[in-house]
């Protein structure tokens, strides 16, 4: 008796998950970055350097220092030519010590933050209570002070200067300016403008060391306080809030009212932040980065327009608004006007 015997079919392929294998190899780029940071790596390779030369300087195995310049390349941190490599342009900006525009602490804080071990469990059981912080008010604000050196006060004093009405600015406020160098970048691009930075005093207290540091005592003062809850001045013709609202949704329209109140007729309200789109699914780059705080049941991400209508609705007679790209991502910006 014969029996028919069903061939099975080879599947048809469409796609290709070669995407899912670079998702999962994106802690490799991350740990290769970190590791090169804690090691100091590219303190070495300012000028092109042997891998024995660079393992002898910081006392690592030859061999493993070699591959792992080698990896470092691959991610485009570095550059090999004849056996020899360097810090690619990134990498000389941003990762060596002792540049102005160092960033290597504040990505290991940024890190420190992105902890996902239990993210099974936060999708189980909900929002568990955030670790004690292993790092002081103080020390965030001297990491954050090199992300604003490093491109993101330039950003903003281009905003601010190309404004029209920016010759006539006398007095600004910096609120929720941290560290300040926001605040004092705009400020000395100006000719007389004098600039006040309020925040928590913990972050006052950096942005003192600052203005001493960049010897702008005589146009910059700093106020520590509540923004919320405590008076923030008056008589301004600016005003400047980066991000430092992201969490405060149930809070903000009060806030914006309070800002218009302070602002003298025909000043100036900007506000900076992530702004959320398709539905708080985009842009990856901040959906991401703020998710270990959302996961903890602290929602920071608001949607694109959020602050504009909120501005509006506060007495603002218009609201101009426009993405930027910042070192964060893309950024709302929102500019209105009394």
């Given at each position: 008796m014969r029996i028919n015997k069903v061939q099975k079919k080879f599947p048809e392929v469409n796609q290709s998950f070669e995407n899912?294998?670079?998702?999962?190899?994106?802690?490799?780029?991350?740990?290769?970055?970190?590791?090169?940071?804690?090691?100091?790596?590219?303190?070495?390779?300012?000028?092109?350097?042997?891998?024995?030369?660079?393992?002898?300087?910081?006392?690592?195995?030859?061999?493993?220092?070699?591959?792992f310049l080698d990896s470092l390349t691959a991610i485009d941190l570095l550059q090999k030519k004849k056996g020899l490599h360097r810090n690619a342009p990134l990498a000389q900006a941003f990762l060596v010590e002792g540049s102005p525009t160092y960033v290597g602490a504040l990505l290991q804080l940024q890190h420190s933050q992105f902890s996902f071990q239990n993210l099974s469990q936060l999708i189980k059981e909900g929002p568990q209570p955030l670790p004690e912080r292993v790092f002081s008010e103080e020390m965030f604000a001297q990491e954050y002070a090199s992300s604003e050196l490093a491109g993101n006060a330039q950003i903003m004093v281009d905003v601010v200067s190309e404004l029209p009405e920016f010759p006539s600015f006398r007095k600004?406020?910096?609120?929720?300016?941290g560290p300040g160098l926001i605040g004092m970048a705009v400020v000395a691009a100006h000719p007389s403008m004098?600039?006040?930075?309020?925040?928590?005093?913990?972050?006052?207290?950096?942005?003192?060391?600052?203005?001493?540091?960049?010897?702008?005592?005589?146009?910059?003062?700093?106020?520590?306080?509540?923004?919320?809850?405590?008076?923030?001045?008056e008589g301004y013709d600016l005003v400047l809030v980066c991000t430092s609202i992201q969490g405060y949704r149930d809070k903000l329209d009060a806030l914006v009212k309070k800002i218009y109140d302070v602002l003298n007729l025909g000043g100036v309200f900007i506000s900076y932040f992530y702004g959320l789109t398709h539905e708080r699914t985009k842009p990856e780059i901040s959906v991401l980065s703020l998710l270990s705080m959302a996961l903890a049941g602290y929602d920071m991400g608001l949607d694109q327009g959020f602050i504009a209508d909120s501005m509006l609705r506060g007495g603002f007679k218009s609201v101009r608004s426009r993405t930027v790209n910042t070192p964060w991502g893309p950024m709302e910006l929102d500019i209105a006007r009394k």
């Open positions: 899912l294998f670079k998702i999962l190899l994106g802690p490799i780029r991350s740990q290769l970055l970190l590791t090169g940071i804690e090691l100091k790596m590219f303190n070495q390779l300012s000028e092109p350097r042997s891998a024995d030369a660079v393992a002898r300087a910081l006392d690592t195995h030859p061999r493993n220092t070699e591959v600004m406020l910096d609120l929720g300016g004098e600039g006040v930075i309020f925040d928590l005093p913990p972050m006052v207290k950096a942005a003192k060391t600052f203005i001493k540091e960049y010897g702008m005592e005589d146009r910059m003062t700093v106020v520590g306080g509540d923004g919320f809850q405590d008076s923030i001045g």
